[in-house]
């Protein structure tokens, strides 16, 4: 009886020698919410060459929803945003300007309220919405000024049809935007331009 406890004891402590300790996950620091901030807006450049990948859908949603909880004067929201992915209106837009938007895979149309002075600053910030979350999704984008002119090129009335605007709004700036295919650096900034009045 003495035996069998004697082996009963070593037995388990064999068992208990060879049972692996839990495995303790490594504390990783996350950088503070200013750190992502102040990187993403650093780290955002203006992309002029794109990979053919089409950016997924539910990738644009989430940078429109971004973009539309810009702040508006008086909460006025007074843009339109049209999201051009469909490779066929791609393929009318290259054929009318194949220069401008530099390959990227879709478009973001942005339109500004025609008789309200205010609108294209309200465009702006939306704008800068769509950037930055893009950014933070690593695609690149770049602003278009007047999209490549497609808005008054008579060649592209069933482009400007198709996008569905009301006659109260016209185009302000698009923005291209897929996955990067260059890396540029940032390009100077006059820091002159800033004064603290004391
Ligand atoms: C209103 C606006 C219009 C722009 N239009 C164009 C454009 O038509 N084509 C282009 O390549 N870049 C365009 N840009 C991008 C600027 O050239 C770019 O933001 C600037 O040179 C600073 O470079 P960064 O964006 O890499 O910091 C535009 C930017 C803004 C804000």
Known sequence: MKKLLLILVIASAFISCTQKAPVEE??????SKSQIVYENIMSRRSIRAYKQQP???AQLDTI???AINAPSAMNAQSWQVRVIQSPELMAKIHAVNPDFYYGAPSLIVIAKE???GISPAD????TQNILLMA???DLGTVVLGNMGGIPNNPKAADIMATLDLPDTHEVIFA????????T?????????KIKFIN
Do not use: H, S
């Open 175 to 182: 923005v291209a935007i897929g996955y990067k295919n260059e």
């Open 114 to 116: 025609k008789n309200n």
């Open 55 to 57: 950016v997924p859908k």
């Open 135 to 137: 950014e933070a999704m």
């Open 64 to 66: 429109v929803q971004c």
């Open 26 to 31: 490594p504390v990783v620091p996350q950088p």
């Open 123 to 126: 465009c702006g910030f939306l």
């Open 184 to 192: 540029p650096g940032a390009r100077p900034r006059d820091t002159g």
